[in-house]
């Protein structure tokens, strides 16, 4: 039977597959990195604290407001744009984009990824 970390490593794995998608991580909702799809040389510990750091900024500051949750963040760049998503209550799946990207069919696919993480971990 696989890890849980062989399990996320596989959903990973199938995301970076995805047309346009760069990179793939699935961090915990504290930042803590738990699977990624780069190479050792990328700062992914520091790319996952950041990316948990505005998820969850943005869910507190939304609860406040208006007592509703977002289902994703979308950080455009010059030449990417990064997209988080809740995979449930433990995690997050991260993913940051080629340049030329467009988010209509790759936000179906990190959906879909997001469920598979979820029911890994939840």
């Known amino acids: 039977m696989a890890t849980t970390t062989e399990l996320l490593g596989d959903v990973v794995h199938d995301l970076v597959k995805v047309k346009d998608v760069r990179i793939a991580v699935i961090v915990s909702r504290d930042g803590l990195l738990m699977v990624s799809s ?24 939304t609860k406040e407001i208006g007592n509703w949750m977002p289902d994703r963040l979308v950080v455009e ?39 598979r993480v979820k029911e890994i971990v939840n």
Request: glycine fraction near 4%.
């Open 38 to 61: 780069t190479s050792p040389d990328f700062m992914t510990q520091t790319f996952a604290a950041m990316s948990a750091t505005m998820f969850i900024a943005a869910e507190a500051a």
């Open 77 to 115: 760049f010059e030449h990417s744009k990064l997209v988080a998503i809740s995979a449930g209550s433990k995690a997050l799946l991260v993913i940051m984009t080629e340049p030329h990207a467009t988010l209509g069919i790759l936000l179906l696919e990190i959906k879909k990824a997001a469920e």
